[in-house]
């Protein structure tokens, strides 16, 4: 659950779901306390008041918003939001304590998530290509269900170093893939704010990252993570490349990443997203009441 609200006037629904379907669209599900499922798309840049939202947020008792730049952009028409809980399987229990940056490789590059040319998945595959070109010795894990429609020209010479495990459900053998990884590559082009991001930070593996959606709310370029830009496969390589040479870069992103996240995890593991809703709705049932 991204984000949700109650409405303050009964021609809005009761209950309301903000999912960002990319940076540009935020769809909308709901009930209008008859039983019946109230369902929506509107459009608009986030940050961007247009009529629509404005109407349905500024009637809202509250939102539970994903990442700060949706928090700010909801603050915009409501006084109640807050930052939702991580929707992630994860405890501090999960953090790699021997785990430090490697000197050497062969390295072992990661994504996960739905492999589809939205995840940057093309671009990453190119990317990968010129790392061949240079003489990098490394291995790609490619965590999640294969959508692409079509692979670069390129891929052919990079087929035995590209591994494509399919959805793994099993949560011992997906922690098993970040402990090996050296980096973790999301190249996205439009995210709410990804839970793999977390995973990563958590099982201490430096980041490569596009900052769309939420993304630039909580990740840093430099600090704990390493940004590139959408749908530059050149920059990519060279963004990689730059961390795998780089030892102290890569340990220096895997300290800060931990450090970022723990305080996240901390709250998470107080108060769940399904706890986080139902408290904003018992204050305002109390409200109500009273």
Known sequence: MLAAGVARRRRCPDLLRLLP??????????????????????AGGVGTPFLFSRLVFSRARF?????????????RFCKDVELAAPVCELSLEDVPQEKTAR?????????????????????????????????????????????????????????????????????AQLRRYYEQADLFCLPSHDEGFPRVLYEAMLYKVPIVTTFVGSIPG??????????????????????IQRALDDCALRQRLMENGLRTVEPIIRKMMEESCDQQLLRKLRQYARSQAG
């Open 63 to 75: 939102v539970i918003a994903e990442g700060k730049v949706l928090a700010d952009w909801a603050a």
């Open 218 to 239: 909580l990740m840093k370029d430099g600090e704990n993570c390493l940004r590139v830009e959408v749908g530059n496969p050149q920059q990519l390589a060279d963004v």
């Open 21 to 42: 379907r990319s940076p540009y669209h935020l769809g909308a599900i709901g009930g209008n306390g008859t039983g019946q499922t109230i369902r929506c798309v509107f």
């Open 103 to 171: 000197t050497h490789g062969p390295w072992n590059i990661l994504f996960v998530g739905y492999i589809w040319r939205r995840k940057g998945c093309y671009e990453l595959l190119q990317a990968a290509a010129a790392l061949r070109q240079r003489g990098v010795d490394f291995n790609l894990y490619m965590v999640g269900q294969n959508a692409l429609d079509k692979y670069p020209d390129c891929f052919g010479a990079i087929r035995d170093r590209v591994f494509f495990t399919g959805h793994i459900a099993d949560r």
